[in-house]
């Protein structure tokens, strides 16, 4: 199963010493005891390790799920979140089916940094009565509770377990920053226990008894009646397990070089897991980012170390039960709350809102979101703010510049031999000032304040088109208007829409518009509503803009002959050869080709 299956098998048991306080405490934090924590660390950290889409990845308890489940056990008791869990595992196979997987990787940073410091805030605070040594006060409210409990210790402080809460986080943070590669939760969780054992310290609420082994399967829990109501807990499970493991799987992926995980079958994976857990009494499970690093730092390089770690905690579960259930409840405190200070990493919030503005809205508003809220209302809430922002930043790169009418330097149709993929900067970038022969030389000689021309760059689009095409409508005083459109980025229907508008406008104060510059893949939306008909018609639709400004000095020519006019027509200006307008002759010329 791996080329190094000794370092898998250490790597393995290292990751099951560091998850086995975790596994406990994130248990009792859930509600439904520490027995509970064990048997997802077991029976889902072996699934998920064998049908899951990544190599390194590693799954059990984890402290996002758990801030989910405490409103669950609330409202509908140990069965609900069973069946909560059971639920999600068939949600999560249905998204693997569907190769939802890969649309993971469009959360924007923001949120998931706003979400990790959200969660961090929760777990830290669903720890205060534990680390005050208090019973848990009622309700659903993570702040409220946190609050009630510091009355209580307040009324009578219970100085013993506070002591062993701060000590066991302190050695943890302390130790990890001197010696990383030391599993300093289980030495401070070990030290806790025996100096409550040895000097018989009043005030401190142990674990309690567990059961030695895993329960039979069972769907005892089940409660078909309830399942309706269940639905939205369960999609929130779900849509937790498919973000947290996948955003866990990317990590472990930058951790290493030659592996790359599977989004769709780590969804699968998961599903599996989340099936079977509840059938043993486990809660629901998803990848654990920290165990995950701690298996890559460690060299694991397979499936077979994630195993190993399930292996271990099930040994641990038949044969140290007696030892694990005297751990001070104040102690797996102390881990939690060294775990969800780990969790924040400063320097990236920092670089968050420091990038911009809308990023740092962004980071805000989802971390306030996670903590007065609930962690899937939150995503929600930081990807429709994110999409909008998104939205806004990208409407305003639309603009309509006023150019140079001609520059035949610039091929504008992609596809032409010239075209290399870009658009070169136009030699009228800045908005042209206007001027006949001295802006333009002997090309622009008797068009002078008759021909504009506008550059249309960006996104034509729902978000902006109306706003960037606005003052193109109101043009007057000119007889022919040449859209360049060979910068647009792309074009909706609601962009086509618009500039299908903006060209009847003007058509209708006699205003002839040529278009210059359409790409391919924009002609879908532009004919689907008529826009490109528009133009075409009388042909208005050119390739290049030189053929479009030889089209209206074209156009100019025979209606100053209609009026009696020379001024165009003097300009050398004749019909079009072969569809293109070509410089009239002069005699002597013509003789001599």
Not at 30 to 54: I, R
Not at 109 to 132: D, H, K, R
Not at 274 to 279: F, K
Request: charge should be neutral; include cysteine.
């Amino acid at each position: 199963m791996a080329r190094a299956p000794r370092r898998d098998l250490l790597a393995g048991l290292t990751v099951a010493i560091v998850a086995l306080p975790l596994a406990l405490g994130f248990g009792v934090a859930s509600g439904l005891g520490a027995e509970a924590g064990l048997a997802t660390a077991v029976v889902a950290g072996a699934l998920a390790a064998v049908f899951g889409g990544s190599n390194l990845q590693v799954s059990g308890p984890t402290g996002a799920m758990t801030v989910v489940l405490v409103p669950i056990v609330a409202e509908y008791g140990p069965g609900g979140v069973l069946t909560v869990g059971l639920m999600a595992g068939g949600l999560l196979i249905v998204l693997a089916l569907l190769r939802a997987g890969r649309s993971m990787r469009y959360v924007p940073a923001p949120v998931v940094e706003g979400f990790t410091f959200g969660i961090a805030c929760v777990i830290a605070l669903q720890q205060v009565p534990n680390a005050l040594g208090v019973a848990a006060p009622e309700g659903d409210k993570v702040l409220v509770v946190a609050w009630r409990a510091v009355e209580e210790f307040a009324g009578g402080p219970n100085w013993t377990a506070l002591a062993i809460t701060v000590g066991v986080a302190g050695l943890m943070l302390a130790g990890a920053r001197l010696r990383p590669g030391v599993p300093f939760s289980v030495v401070a969780v070990v030290a806790a226990t025996l100096a409550v054992q040895l000097f018989d310290l009043d005030g401190v609420t142990p674990i309690g008894a567990l059961p030695a082994g895993l329960p039979a399967p069972s769907l005892g829990f089940l409660d078909v009646s309830a399942v309706g109501s269940l639905v939205a807990p369960a999609v929130a499970v779900a849509a937790l397990a498919a973000l947290e493991s996948l955003l866990s799987a990317t990590v472990a992926d930058g951790m290493t070089t030659g592996q790359k995980h599977d989004p769709d079958r780590e969804l699968f994976g998961q599903g599996i897991a989340n099936l079977a857990a509840p059938l043993f009494g486990g809660v629901p499970a998803t990848a654990a980012i920290a165990r995950t690093a701690v298996n890559v730092r460690t060299g694991a390089g397979s499936r077979l170390a994630a195993l190993t770690h399930a292996a271990v905690l099930a040994v641990i579960v038949f044969a140290a039960a007696p030892l694990v259930s005297r751990i001070p409840l104040a102690a797996l405190a102390g881990v939690l709350l060294a775990t969800a200070v780990r969790m924040v990493e400063v320097g990236a919030l920092r670089a968050m809102a420091r990038a911009t503005r809308s990023d740092a809205v962004v980071l805000v508003l989802t971390a306030v979101a996670t903590l007065v809220l609930d962690l899937v209302l939150a995503v929600v809430i930081g990807l429709a703010v994110a999409g909008l922002l998104a939205l806004r930043a990208v409407a305003a790169e639309a603009r309509v510049d006023r150019v140079h009418p001609y520059d035949d330097g610039v091929p504008e149709l992609p596809g032409s031999e010239t075209y290399g993929g870009e658009v070169p900067e136009l030699p009228g970038a800045e908005p042209y000032k206007g001027g006949g022969d001295a802006d333009g030389g002997g090309e622009l000689a008797g068009t002078a304040g008759q021909v504009v021309a506008y550059r249309v760059e960006g996104p034509l689009f729902f978000a902006g088109a109306h706003r960037s095409l606005l003052e193109l409508g109101e043009i007057s005083g000119v007889r022919v208007v040449i859209l360049r459109m060979c910068r647009v980025t792309t074009v909706d229907a609601t962009g086509a829409l618009a500039l299908k508008d903006t060209v009847h406008r003007l058509n209708g104060r006699g205003i002839v518009v040529l278009a210059s510059g359409i790409r391919p893949d924009q002609r879908r939306a532009l004919e689907s509503v008529g826009a490109l008909e528009l133009l075409r018609r009388e042909g208005r639709e050119y390739a290049t803009a030189s053929e479009a400004f030889g089209a209206a000095r074209e156009r100019l020519a025979v209606a100053g002959a209609a009026r009696g006019d020379g001024a165009v027509a003097a300009a050398g200006v004749g019909p079009a050869r072969g569809g293109r307008e070509v410089p009239v002759a002069a005699p002597a010329e013509e003789a001599a080709r």
